[in-house]
Structures are given as structure tokens and as C-alpha cells.
């Protein structure tokens, strides 16, 4: 959050925030003048089991309880040793840039990033996320899964399937918190439903229509793709390549005006966009909203200012939905929400859009980079956040993510990709799919749903 990882810190001294941010930059920064090493050692995963144990590290003796190899990396600095995810820099003075504030009720730290090497990024509040973050840790902690370790308990122990039907129970509960939002501001039209990729979008708003109409509303849901400009008139990127994620490849002015017109009762002739020709096509086809309708608008740019700038705030009622993690690797090692979207439409684009796992690790870099300029800027504009992630689901996508990571060849630039979400994946017990209701977020990628796409 906020270009950085928030941290608090259990069992520290009666300090304040200031203080012991002031205490442990400088402890950061003593450690990285002496250039100390970082040490990889390969160790027999029973003796990291007994070093974990030994230092109270509990989530990580949890984690290894139940990995498959023999051997185990650790990273040692100085006389201490523990476990990373992933690889480290030669030594402490390659850490050299760093800021470490107060943020909320604890730290954030930050560092640099490939694209800004040479400082950090500023600090920017990005409350509402940072308050559905809050609600889900405390959550799962109250679960008692806050680490994989936690997870993988579960399912030996055959629980599992009782985590689940509370995590469906969440999520139903707050799509249905929403609705109830909706009917209370009495005026609202429109429903704007925002998120990146994979966040789980469309099954959301599905199940929201399905709220909406419990509260008597008819859901009319308004697909964008319909209202892309002329082929000859969207705009390219910096390759010569078509840029269809921008805004402005959206036929805005038509898309206002049709929308002003359905709120005031009219009946209107509405396009269909022909992907082959690469342009808008009206067949006949009309709309006209019947009484106590309510439109849902499902897509990447519905936060965005500009998509409805001639619509009266009024009227609109926007949704932002992200996948956020909520469990840990351990204590120290967080997992990425990409990593979780990424999972997710390597199994939908596999299974739906007959594209290889070569083919999803190979649009990704694009993906992210267009969500990095057309959705996330916009998240804080939502009325609420939904959080579409469920504890259980990387076990559950193991089972359809692995054989098709493992059909990539060595020979292939993804190759190391893969074998970096194999290796993931490994952490995670296998969940089966059988508990997971068709009504979930989940089957919206591996299958098995009772709504239809």
C-alpha cells in the first residue's frame, strides 16, 4: 500500500509510532553500513523446522510442517537465520535506499522499484484500501488463518470446507450490505463496477443484481464493449499497436447520451460493436429501462471520472473490486495480490480463451502496466471496496494452474516465471473444489458456475 509494505510491530517496547520508526531506521541503517553479507544455505528441512522452532518463528515451522523436499534455502545474516521468499541481494549496502514513517496504527516501509531505482516513491493515503485491508487481517486473524501454515491445518485436519462456507458466507454478506446501501440513497441509477484484471468483476455484479432484485429493483446489466469508436478511430500506442484500454477508445459522447436518454424513460436504438469489421452496428435492436430498473456498468474504466462526467453524481453509485489477499506466507513474507490475480487468469484464459500459460505470462507485463494507468488512480473514487478474494483459493487453483505451468518448456523466456509460481504454489495444501459453491467468484475461472459468461 502506498508504494510500500505496512508493517506493525508485536510485543514492542512502550513506544510511540515516531519513536520506534526514529529507533529502528537507524538500526536499518547501521545494519546496512557494515555491508553484511546475505548468506544462502541449502539445509535439511527438518533442521530449518527445528531453527524456526528454536527462535518462536511459528508460522514458518507451520509452513514447512508440510513442504515435500528434503532440502530447504534459509538466508543467514550475521548470526541470525530465517527464511525469504524468493532471492536476496548480495549484501546489506545494496539496501541502501529506504524510508521507513509512521502509517496509521504502524510502519510503512519503502523501497525503490525497477522502474524508480534511484528514490522512493511519495506517500499518498489511499485510505479506503488501506481500511478493507484492516477489516480482512483482523478477520482472518479472528479465523485463525492468517499464514499458509494456518491454511494447509485446516485442510489435514478436513476443516477446511467449513472455511470455506464462512468465506462464501463474507462475501455474500457484503454483496448484500451494498445492495442495501444502494436502496438507501434512494436516488441511485447506476452502478459503476470497477477492478483489474481478474479481480472477479463480472460474477460480483451478478450477484449484486441478484440482491437488487431481492429488494425489488430490475438489474439491467450495460456492456462498454459495445461502445468502442470506429476501428479507424482508436487510438495506438507507442508500438503503432491499437490501444483498446484506453479511454479514449471508448465512444464517450455516445455512451452519455445514451445513458442520459435509458434515466429519462426513453426508448433508444443501442450498437452492437462487430469485433470482425471493427465497428458499431445497429440491427434494430432497442432498450428502454422498465420501471424501478437499475443500471450495473461493468468495466476498467467505470471509476473514472470522464466515463460518465455528463451523469449526475447523484445517480451513481461506484464499486471498486480487487482481489486482496488475505493470508501470508508468514509473518515476514506477504503474497503479492498480482500473484493471486495472475493464477486466476492463467486457469479462465486456459480453460476459456484457449491461450497458453506462455501466452498469459507473455500479456501480463501489458496487463499490469494498463492497470497501473486506468484503474488503480481511480480506486479511491469508489463509494465501497469489495475484496473478492477467499482464503482457500490458491489451494484450489493449484490443481488447475500446475499442469499448465508445467507445460512450459525450459526453453521458453517464461520459463523462470513458471517455476516461480510453481514453487509458490508448492506453500499450499490442495483444496478440493468440490465445497466451492457455484455461486462463488472462484468458478468464474475454473468452471462449474450457475451464472452464465
Known amino acids: 500500500i502506498s508504494g510500500g509494505k505496512y508493517c506493525e510491530i508485536e510485543g514492542a517496547p512502550n513506544l510511540s509510532n515516531g519513536d520506534l520508526a526514529t529507533m529502528v531506521r537507524n538500526r536499518m541503517q547501521e545494519i546496512i553500513d557494515k555491508d553484511l553479507p546475505f548468506q544462502r544455505m541449502e539445509i535439511p528441512t527438518q ?20 513442504r515435500s523436499s528434503f ?63 484492516q477489516e480482512y487481517k483482523n478477520w482472518v486473524k479472528i479465523m485463525g488463518v492468517s499464514y499458509v501454515g494456518d491454511l494447509n491445518e485446516r ?10 462456507n464462512i468465506s462464501e458466507a463474507l462475501h455474500e454478506k457484503k454483496i448484500a450490505s451494498i445492495a442495501d446501501e444502494i436502496e438507501a440513497r434512494k436516488d441511485v441509477k447506476i452502478v459503476l463496477v470497477s477492478g483489474p484484471s481478474s479481480s472477479g468483476k463480472t460474477t460480483f455484479s451478478k450477484r449484486l ?11 439491467i446489466q450495460l456492456s462498454m464493449d459495445n461502445y468502442f469508436v470506429e476501428r479507424e478511430d482508436t487510438p495506438k500506442d507507442a508500438n503503432g499497436e491499437y490501444d483498446f484500454e484506453c479511454l479514449q477508445a471508448l465512444d464517450l459522447e455516445l455512451f452519455n447520451t445514451q445513458i442520459k436518454g435509458l434515466l429519462m424513460g426513453e426508448e433508444l436504438e443501442v450498437p452492437t460493436f462487430d469485433f470482425t469489421l ?62 493471486n490475480r495472475l493464477i486466476r487468469r492463467m486457469v479462465r484464459d486456459y480453460r476459456y480463451r484457449s491461450y497458453s500459460g506462455i501466452d498469459t505470462l507473455k500479456r501480463w507485463a501489458s496487463v499490469r502496466k494498463g492497470e497501473e494507468k486506468w484503474i488503480f488512480p481511480f480506486q479511491e473514487n469508489a463509494d465501497i471496496m469489495f475484496n473478492s478474494a477467499l482464503i482457500p483459493e490458491l489451494g484450489v487453483l493449484r490443481a488447475y494452474a500446475e499442469p499448465i505451468l508445467r507445460e512450459i518448456p525450459e526453453s521458453a523466456p517464461e520459463y523462470a516465471e513458471a517455476v516461480r509460481i510453481l514453487k509458490f504454489l508448492s506453500y499450499f495444501r490442495p483444496v478440493p473444489e468440490k465445497d466451492i459453491p457455484k455461486t462463488s467468484i472462484l468458478r468464474e475461472f475454473f468452471g462449474g458456475s450457475s451464472f452464465s459468461y
Do not use: C, W
Request: proline share 5%; net charge neutral.
Open 155 to 164: 485442510v489435514a485436519d478436513k476443516s477446511v470446507s467449513d472455511l470455506i
Open 47 to 66: 533442521e530449518a523446522i527445528e531453527i524456526f522452532k528454536e527462535n518462536n518463528l511459528y508460522e514458518k515451522k507451520q509452513l514447512f510442517k508440510y
Open 209 to 219: 443484481s441478484v440482491q437488487l432484485a431481492v429488494l425489488g429493483y430490475k438489474p
Open 71 to 133: 532440502y530447504t534455502s534459509v538466508y543467514k545474516l550475521d548470526d541470525v537465520i530465517n527464511y525469504y521468499y524468493g532471492y536476496l541481494v548480495p549484501s546489506t549496502s545494496y539496501i541502501n535506499i529506504f524510508n521507513l514513517t509512521t502509517f496509521h496504527n504502524g510502519l510503512l516501509l519503502q523501497g525503490v522499484s525497477r522502474g524508480n531505482p534511484t528514490k522512493t516513491p511519495g506517500i499518498y493515503s489511499q485510505t479506503k484500501l488501506f481500511n478493507i485491508f
Open 278 to 339: 471493427g465497428k458499431k452496428v445497429y440491427d434494430g435492436s432497442t432498450m428502454k429501462l422498465p420501471e424501478n430498473s437499475i443500471l450495473i456498468i461493468e468495466g476498467i474504466h467505470a471509476l473514472n471520472p470522464e466515463l460518465t462526467a455528463q451523469i449526475d453524481e447523484n445517480l451513481k453509485y461506484k464499486v471498486f473490486v480487487s482481489a486482496l489477499t488475505q493470508i501470508s506466507i508468514d509473518s515476514q513474507n506477504p503474497i503479492p495480490t498480482t500473484d
